[in-house]
């Protein structure tokens, strides 16, 4: 898990290009942002201070731009090509309104082959009917041209803001442009292409054995409000030179998010463009990884547990870059009748504004967990309750612990994370969710967003 | 409805007692507060400008006074005594963590009978184990010496801190001194005593005939964060002289909430004590009012239609006290598949940050509202969907409404109250929920709370 940035660093706002997000690539360097223009000017205090060194994937070229949609002097567009036979796997928001892109990925999993990733920023491509359905159809066409395949192994991406027509005319010649300077190389800038609010680029890699080969997973993701995702995030990428079939890759992300991605949340809002897509090129078996169609092949052990921790640190980046978050909480419920009766009294207390403008005031009030417990509707008896913030139990038995020293939690709370154990005593459930405070910045940073 | 302040006022500061909520009872007078210390010094904008003259309840009788719980200078218990044969009923907290009162109150219901509510603000007695019960005993036991009464016809409640054990020797000697003082009196004392964060006291009040006799239903409520109440608000008080039986009066609340107090939310936060009270005294049976023993009984058309204006006008001022607001926000969402489905809607906007930090920032943000549809895992279909805010629709069919002038909606949202309104285009399903912005000052408020 990365570490924790001791302040605020203000971007040095360079344009487009491929500047590295970091000066160094040591342990505890001063971050240097480069190539970002953001609504926000400084970086969450939460931010990783380790950023690894991304390698390339074989198979996977990236190339970026500016194509204009919404932001000036920024990169808006990613275009990741793949090599042919890359399988694809994705899941999405369970909003009942989703946007254009989602529906268009959703028909085109059905192949279970991608050649392209087009993703924008600045217009979420949402709401906007018609002409929406248009616009993905426009852009898949100019990508498919300029890589070169059908429009079927086309994926898309939008993000940015809901209900505003996307102009998809302006991928026009950028797409193919892009489809001739691609590389293997430059996970940050494609990283930074598809922010919005995010003070920092979110990427994660792990390199583990397939068989004798060693092969490679890579994943970005976008996200910084808007977001309890409700099967993944708004925007994430991961991308693999293991040989895995789709239907295989799907088995393994529907898994791999129900405790990442899917346990996170910022505001409680799920977004209408939740997407995290999953490529599989297979460049690996070129040099002996065995190909895999079963997500429970004992060979792909170390794989799942490196794939999720791929999918565990992009999520907890997004909890880290939560809009206005000055702490980093996480939320653990034990003791429950099951483990998703343990989430759902995670969620409720993640989700509650009494709970995080508490944090945000650093006062370990452990009366509105208790409310948060009580209001999430799941089995609990208050008799049996006890409630820890970072280690110090303040609550035991349905009352305060006789012991708990109000000026050692205090301290305690001061903390850049928090973490809040509950302990409901009536079962073995346990389940674990990641979130951030709630402070005036957040207020601000919406209030603010659209005019 | 009562009408909107033109600002904000500030309190004066003197104590206790029985001033007035106003210098004057006219309909567009300055405020003047008296006999308040709250923790916010300044009065809601959305504050009622026109206060109702209380009128007395034949068989109530009121007195209030300072008994130290946690406030320094200001009222904190409220006594009301009634009559001998007063019928009660009561709905409150759907919270698996309830508070001890809330308990004692369900238990006590049972006799249907009621001769003393005993009120108390600062602490809430919520989460304090085997002591909160030894609390409400003690204080049931105070409380029914002072009247003359049997324990069981002692009802309780109390707002404040969750977690603190509350010091019920503290009503010793001060419960009889009230007793003996209490008169049919001060009914904005009363509201003042029972506030938390309220930045004004709550009451409404309706006179009806019931058969050919005039009965009075007065009522008070308290309530401005941790609010999304499920069966009842924080705490409210209706009284009336109406001679109506015990499980009558439990019917007519019962339906009575389900459009009023459960149609409003702060921040979707259900307190651990919610808790709504009706009591009947009969007083004015002796005047020819006829004995109901039904809900259903004709007779009480005009007295039903009263009473559910009272708890309307009651829940509205919850939702304009609401901490931190600056805007008033009536959602509507008509054409669900049920009214059911239109509730569900209503709340997942109505309680999303993203929606509530967009109007305090005075933007007509339809995007979120299409986010907030889409999460609520209801039927609804983009294509059909069409909002608007304060009369301008600006979405239609699934995207922007091409006639919509952005000058008009931004000039309409500075208003003071801002109504959204949703159409699916699906059904007959109709709800209308209440609420409020999200401000800097609900997270300040809340930040600071308790310590």
């Avoid at 969450?44 to 919404?70: K, W």
């Avoid at 275009?79 to 529906?103: H, I, N, Q, R, Y």
């Avoid at 392209?116 to 993905?136: C, H, W």
């Avoid at 004798?212 to 409000?225: D, E, Q, S, Y």
Wanted: glycine share 10%; proline share 5%; net charge positive.
């Amino acid at each position: 898990m990365p570490g924790l940035a001791p302040g605020i660093h203000v971007f040095e706002a360079s344009h487009g290009g491929k500047g590295s997000w970091m000066a160094g690539t040591g342990p505890a360097m001063t971050m240097s942002f480069a190539g970002i223009i953001s609504m926000s000017s400084t970086v969450s205090p939460l931010a990783p201070t380790d950023v690894p060194a991304m390698p390339a994937i074989a198979g996977v070229r990236l190339a970026t731009a500016e194509a204009g949609i919404r932001y000036k002097n920024r990169t808006d567009v990613l275009l990741a090509v793949m090599d042919k036979g890359t399988a694809v796997a994705g899941v999405f928001t369970k909003s009942k309104c989703p946007s254009a892109p989602v529906e268009w990925c959703r028909a085109k999993l059905r192949g279970g082959k991608a050649r392209a990733l087009v993703v924008n920023s600045g217009n979420a491509n949402a709401f906007t009917g018609k002409t929406g359905r248009q616009s993905t159809a426009l852009t898949a066409a100019i990508a498919a041209k300029a890589v070169g395949c059908s429009q079927n192994e086309i994926f898309l991406a939008s993000t940015g803001v809901i209900g505003e027509p996307l102009d998809a005319s302006k991928f026009n010649g950028v797409l193919g442009r892009l489809a001739d300077i691609a590389e293997p190389g430059d996970w940050m800038a494609a990283a930074r292409a598809i922010m919005t609010t995010d003070t920092f680029p979110k990427v994660a890699t792990r390199t583990v054995k397939l068989g004798k080969a060693r092969v490679t997973i890579n994943g970005m993701a976008k996200g910084a409000g808007m977001i309890m995702p409700d099967m993944a995030t708004m925007l994430s990428f991961v991308f693999t030179d293991a040989p895995i079939a789709p239907a295989a890759l799907q088995a393994l992300l529907r898994s791999g998010v129900e405790d990442t991605f899917n346990a996170v949340t910022i505001d409680g809002d799920t977004s209408t463009s939740d997407t995290l897509l999953a490529f599989a090129t297979g460049a690996a078996a070129a040099h002996g990884a065995p190909k895999i169609s079963r997500a429970g092949d004992p060979r792909l052990k170390a794989f799942v547990k490196a794939f999720r921790e791929v999918l565990g640190d992009l999520a907890e980046q997004v909890a880290r870059d939560g809009e206005g978050a000055r702490k980093l909480v996480e939320i653990t419920v034990e003791g429950a009748v099951s483990k998703a009766s343990a989430r759902r009294i995670a969620m409720s207390i993640a989700n509650s504004p009494l709970v995080k403008t508490a944090i945000a005031g650093e006062d370990a009030n452990w009366g509105r967990v208790v409310m948060a417990v009580g209001k999430a509707g799941e089995p609990a008896n208050r008799d049996k309750l006890s409630i820890a913030f970072n280690g110090i139990r303040v609550a035991k038995s349905g009352a305060r612990d006789p012991s708990y020293d109000e000026a050692e939690v205090s301290e305690a709370m001061k903390a850049p994370k928090v973490a809040i154990k509950v302990s409901l005593g009536l079962g073995k459930g346990r389940d674990r969710v990641l979130t951030c405070d709630l402070t005036k910045e957040y207020v601000a940073i919406n209030g603010d967003y659209r005019s």
